[in-house]
């Protein structure tokens, strides 16, 4: 940039031609970079939406990738707003949206209409979370992640041994899904775009959240819970309603899954399934939202696409965990974030009349 | 009653193999405050190892041997490098050691398959005899573990509490910073504890291979069963190790018998018991 250096000392009162126009020139590039914060979301949003709508219309493979993303992704969020936000990492999270499938799908096999079985379901994971809220959230960090471990394996292992109920390995079937009026989920695109819907409504409704009162508490309560306690904050009750929305968004993403795929077996939920989501959002970028879904999309390829062309995926996969741990714990969320967080310094640089 | 008996010495037998793996898992805890997801895939590795080593030389000892020392060395390879890298971080520590869980799971499927293998005991050791009480017919192998696992775990004790490396090891769980600041080299203390656990565990996936069978998901069923009984007898407590593994091993041998369609879900009934009542563990300390 010519006349940089003159524009400097006299950017508070220019006078000179050159320092006129370099002025002239920051306040456009400063025009256009505070547009870019403004719309970069909202474009993004609008593209990526767009995307989603065209690839769901189609009735052919892409549409069914795209479909299991949407529902991995749900209950990566909702991972993500549990461990992001109140900092508490579950490694159970797919056993919880195993009991949501599992939920709709068992109260079908006894003969209630589709619309009770999606009630007994939704029922059944938010009264297990109300309960084992209590014995989980007692505890943080290692121990919560451990505890949380052993209440999935637990929900895998009543899946797998209680063949009474769950029809064990094989596992049930689902056949007929539920309609309202013109709305007939058991017509694909329907199903499709509904499912696409449900995906907006709870990334909207956590985004919400984190950017709530209560959110922001939340926070805090992760980072410095001996503070918010003394002032006044109830941390325990923070925690626990944390722990409760983000097990009932993801029994509604294993409703949901129950849906897509018309089958639940034990296999959704085992050691490896509880791996994979804590893979999609640290890999997407703790503490986004966003982000896990990202994470979502990209663990889904791993195991649909790249299964496909390389036998030793799993491996590739652990191996990229490792790396992100390693060298960006932010995940891919945060190289989006270190972008927009250039952008802000050079605009707050430009208000402050210096040059970029 | 012959019944329960019996089923009490599996139970116990079981513990023995659980004991192996999740007093490696607690002391590595203890000391370093590091959360080896990949422990239970230590423990098939070394398994797999044992089963290939006793394949070509046809000696279980050989075997036992080698899945101890290969398990060792990865132990202080896994150490020296991931955890060193980490630096002390505990989320991420976790976090990696849950990645490597599928890099070690998939290099072991595909070296050994996916069908489940079973090592067989040797000469006597794989035959039964008539036990005195009640004319139980038991196998001799379960015997063999279980007095391995005292043996161990006797030995265990007399290294932490008689010598000086085992009061460098319990002054590290009290106070890392002290024990660095005496001149003693922390560093070295970190490596040697995580080679043990890493031997133990491998030593256990021998053992358990005769009993339990080697497969896929192996390792995660033995990663719950250490899991539970840390949780019950305390992180990072040897003792609540020993006390954990009994009543884990008792409850599910139990639970499998007597309950087979809820087996697996009985064992958090302890869990849950201990986190109401005590949530540090039976015999852990409170966390600060």
Known sequence: MTGAGGGTSTAATPSGGGAAAASRRDQLTLAALTRSRRLTGPAAGAVVGVVLILLLLGNGFTSTLVLDMLVYAIAAMSLDFLGGYAGLISLGQAGFLGVGAYGVAIAEVHAYSPWAAVGIGLGVVLALGLILGIVAVRVKGISFVIITLAMGQVLWGLAYQWVGLSEGDNGIPLSTLPSIGPIDLNNGLTLRMTVLAVFVVIALLLTTITRSPFGLSLRGVRSNEARLAALGYRTGLHRYLAWVIAVFCTGVAGVLYVFVNQLISPTTMNFSANGLFVLMVVLGGLGSIWGPALGAVVIVLFQQELSLYVSRWQTLMGLTLIAVVLFSPGGFWGLVRAIGRRRDAVIARLQRGGTP | ?288
């Open chain 2, 1 to 288: 009653m012959p019944q329960f008996l019996a089923q009490t010495l599996n139970g116990l037998t079981l513990a023995g193999i659980i004991f192996l793996v999740s007093s490696g898992f607690t002391l590595v805890f203890g000391v370093m405050r590091v959360t080896n997801l990949s422990h239970g895939a230590v423990y098939l590795l070394g398994g797999y190892i044992g089963y290939s080593v006793i394949g070509v030389t046809h000696n279980f000892f050989y075997g036992l041997a080698a899945a101890a020392i290969a398990m060792a060395v990865f132990g202080l390879l896994l150490e020296r490098t991931l955890i060193t890298w980490l630096g002390r971080s505990e989320m991420s520590e976790l976090l990696a050691t849950l990645g490597l869980i599928y890099v070690i799971d998939d290099v072991a499927l595909a070296i050994w398959g996916g069908s489940p293998l079973t090592i067989n005991l040797p000469g006597i050791l794989g035959r039964s005899s008539t036990l005195p009480v009640d004319g139980i017919v038991y196998p001799n192998g379960r015997i063999f573990i279980l007095g391995v696992s005292i043996v161990v775990a006797l030995g265990l004790y007399y290294l932490l509490r008689r010598t000086r490396v085992g009061a460098i090891i319990r002054a590290g769980v009290d106070d890392r910073e002290m024990v660095s600041a005496l001149g003693i080299n922390v560093r070295r203390v970190f490596s040697l504890v995580f080679m043990l656990g890493a031997l133990l565990a491998g030593f256990a996936g021998v053992l358990g291979g005769t009993v339990l069978g080697l497969y896929t998901g192996a390792d995660s069923d033995i990663l719950l069963f250490a899991l539970a009984v840390v949780i019950v007898g305390g992180l990072g407590s040897y003792e609540g190790a020993i006390l954990g593994s009994i009543v884990i091993g008792l409850v599910d041998t139990y639970g499998t018998a007597y309950f087979p369609a809820v087996a697996y879900s009985i064992l958090f009934i302890p869990v849950i018991g201990v986190l109401l009542v005590r949530p540090q563990g039976l015999l852990g300390r409170p966390t600060t």
